[in-house]
């Protein structure tokens, strides 16, 4: 009787994989047929490479395919989308993109080689997280109040730090001053966040607003002290720091600025590879452990559809445009 059951089993396994072939278009291959290139657009050790480095033995498993991860840092995300974007439309590559090369790009540069939703195919996003606005230690306000009462009171006195020309970090503050009347100097650093924050702490600059799991360390040690985060909702790692909304500030109701990213490839490729990329992804996002990775480097897993991403990308374009054209920001 076991060995009937047996023999049952395997015609069962068998008769779906038959199914299975048949489904195929005439000479199409299994997906995936090969390695997947992840191409991320960050450095290695960075917030982008914390998620794909999360993920990937989870989307190997899956899909049965080894994940490569390969980091293209520079222009802003712009080089490692620019890549995705002229590459086959195989879905064996595949971008780990940011708000930075998909929502900012088209308004920073002026002869960007890739329109972000005509040369790529949103599949899923992955994570967002806000900034954390901060003072230095010193400087003479605690809340969001009091950050607009100081600058108010000394106009041009005070200068933020940003992670660089046209980043999250640069907008969300040019966004701030631009809701409240407030003035402050920008002064952009390259390099990560690290040259920014020593700015702060050696008092060459007052206040930054950038992810705050790059901040939390100098909070720590009391060299800087949080001001407001710029989620819709609290931070879950800083549970204590009101959102800039909660101030109560009339022209800061409904504020809201994040770094999200997500998972894209080349725009031709075809419908059912990106359903397929997009459940894995999905899958990877559920997983117990990659979730707990993601929520101990104070990433929140998103997940979704690809309408869903396209439509944040679409939105947030639309949101940054007139922020970035009153900033003056450009990158060429």
């Known amino acids: 009787m076991k060995r009937l059951h047996r023999v049952l089993l395997r015609l069962l396994a068998l008769s779906c994989s038959v199914l299975a072939l048949l489904a195929l278009p005439a ?56 890549e995705v974007a002229k590459s086959a439309p195989d879905g064996h590559t595949w971008l780990l993109g940011f708000n930075g090369p998909l929502a900012f790009a088209p308004h920073l540069y002026r002869n960007l080689p890739y329109l972000p939703l005509r ?45 660089g020309n046209g980043s999250s970090s640069h907008l969300t503050m040019e966004h701030f001053k631009a809701l409240t009347g407030t003035t402050l100097l920008h002064v952009p650093f390259n390099g990560g966040g690290l040259p920014a924050i020593q700015a702060l702490v050696s008092g060459d600059a007052h206040i930054i607003a950038t992810v ?18 710029t989620g819709a909702t609290r931070y879950a790692l800083l549970p204590d720091v009101p959102t800039v909304a909660e101030s109560g500030i009339r022209e800061l109701r409904g504020f809201e600025a994040s770094a999200w990213n997500g998972v894209l490839v080349t725009a031709a490729t075809p419908r059912a590879m990106i359903e397929r990329i997009n459940r894995a992804v999905n899958a ?9 990775r993601l929520k101990a480097a104070g990433l929140e897993p998103v997940g979704g559809t690809p309408e869903q991403f396209r439509q944040r990308i679409t939105d947030e374009s639309a949101k940054w445009a007139p922020v970035i054209r009153s900033s003056g920001a450009r990158l060429d």
């Open 27 to 82: 000479g199409a291959e299994p997906f995936p047929a090969k390695p997947i290139r992840w191409i991320v657009a960050g450095p290695a050790g960075g917030s982008l490479d914390v998620i794909a480095r999360s993920m990937q033995e989870v989307l190997r498993a899956d899909l049965r395919q080894p994940i490569i991860i390969d980091n293209r840092a520079g222009a802003g995300g712009t080089i490692a989308a620019n």
């Open 119 to 163: 040369d790529l195919a949103p599949v899923a996003m992955t994570t967002a997280q806000p900034n954390l606005i901060a003072g230095g230690s010193t400087f003479p306000a605690g809340n969001v109040r009091e950050l607009i009462d100081v600058l108010r009171a000394g106009p041009g006195k005070y200068a933020y730090a940003s992670v």
């Open 212 to 229: 705050p799991t790059t901040l939390m360390p100098q909070i720590a040690a009391g060299r800087m002290k949080p001001i407001a985060v």
């Open 284 to 292: 990877a996002l559920t997983d117990p452990q990659v979730r707990s």
